[in-house]
């Protein structure tokens, strides 16, 4: 299969501080991939990175065959102003913004695909409501209609499922198992082990450098968990980014 996201040598990091290391690996394309380990791992560091949110201290990220348009990212819940007076259709069809621009308007047929996202997610009779009176579940919906409207090829959820009820997380695994049925590659920061061992056949184990990626089941194992919790306890956070050894 075709690699959609390719990782050479990567380090990515803040103010020269690094918190993922040479980076090798790939991750093919219609891939559903859960990206897991502990605090500190370098988890939703790695898909900023994707998302061109942070530049590499060094080394690369390649893109086969995928635009930065093509790429939809879901942030952190926690990451949202919730206080920002706007409306649930607003948000959705901001997921248009790249094709018609910030400041473009909606047409019939992008009005229609806005309500049909929003009935996707179980949102129906919510267009008009304040982001400020929706429910963590009810955000957690939006933002995933959000996606369904950019019809991207790559999709990144950063830790979609945290805090949010059982059925919409039910709810919301099935749109994911959609756009897997779609050969979409998806990429998720997940830290529920027995959800992904469930739901999602591909992980990278991270620890600031990969543990481990492949089946999910040969990589989740205590072995490989002890050795990732090991490596965060003892990692220096006060790190230069190094080069990689002869």
Same mark, same amino acid.
């Given at each position: 299969?075709?690699?959609?996201?390719?990782?050479?040598?990567?380090?990515?990091?803040?103010?020269?501080?690094?918190?993922?290391?040479?980076?090798? +690996?790939?991750?093919?394309? =219609?891939?559903?991939? /859960? !990206?897991?380990?502990?605090? +500190?791992?370098?988890?939703?560091?790695?898909?900023? =990175? &994707?998302?061109?949110?942070?530049?590499?201290?060094?080394? *690369? !990220?390649?893109?086969?065959? %995928?635009?930065?348009?093509?790429?939809?990212?879901?942030?952190?819940?926690?990451?949202?102003?919730?206080?920002?007076?706007?409306?649930?259709?607003?948000? @959705?069809?901001?997921?248009?913004?790249?094709? !018609?621009?910030?400041? +473009? =308007?909606?047409s019939a047929r992008d009005e229609e695909k806005i309500h049909d996202a929003i009935a996707a997610v179980g949102l129906r009779g919510f267009k008009r409501?304040? &982001?400020?009176?929706?429910?963590?579940?009810?955000?957690?919906?939006?933002?995933?209609?959000?996606?369904? &409207?950019?019809?991207?090829?790559?999709?990144?959820?950063?830790?979609?499922?945290? *805090?949010?009820?059982?059925?919409?997380?039910?709810?919301?695994?099935?749109? @994911? *198992?959609?756009?897997?049925?779609?050969?979409?590659? @998806?990429? #998720?920061?997940?830290?529920?082990?027995?959800?992904?061992?469930?739901?999602?056949?591909?992980?990278?184990?991270?620890?600031?450098?990969?543990? /481990?990626?492949?089946?999910?089941?040969? %990589?989740?194992?205590?072995?490989?968990?002890?050795?990732?919790?090991?490596?965060?306890?003892?990692?220096?956070?006060? *790190?230069?980014?190094?080069?990689?050894? #002869?």
């Amino acid at each position: 299969m075709t690699a959609a996201i390719r990782f050479d040598d990567l380090t990515l990091g803040y103010d020269r501080h690094p918190a993922v290391h040479h980076l090798d +690996g790939e991750v093919e394309a =219609g891939t559903l991939l /859960a !990206i897991c380990g502990p605090n +500190g791992a370098g988890k939703s560091t790695l898909l900023k =990175g &994707i998302v061109g949110a942070l530049a590499p201290l060094s080394g *690369a !990220i390649s893109l086969s065959r %995928v635009k930065p348009r093509d790429i939809a990212y879901l942030p952190q819940a926690a990451d949202i102003d919730r206080s920002f007076p706007i409306d649930v259709f607003d948000v @959705v069809g901001m997921g248009l913004w790249k094709r !018609i621009g910030l400041f +473009g =308007g909606f047409s019939a047929r992008d009005e229609e695909k806005i309500h049909d996202a929003i009935a996707a997610v179980g949102l129906r009779g919510f267009k008009r409501r304040p &982001i400020a009176t929706l429910s963590g579940g009810q955000l957690q919906r939006m933002l995933f209609a959000r996606l369904l &409207i950019q019809d991207a090829a790559v999709i990144l959820l950063d830790e979609p499922f945290t *805090a949010i009820d059982s059925k919409t997380t039910s709810d919301l695994l099935d749109l @994911v *198992a959609r756009w897997r049925a779609e050969k979409r590659t @998806v990429l #998720a920061v997940l830290h529920d082990l027995d959800l992904v061992r469930r739901h999602f056949p591909q992980t990278l184990l991270l620890a600031r450098q990969t543990i /481990a990626q492949g089946r999910t089941e040969a %990589v989740l194992t205590p072995e490989n968990l002890l050795k990732a919790k090991a490596m965060i306890e003892s990692f220096d956070r006060q *790190a230069h980014a190094c080069e990689r050894a #002869a």
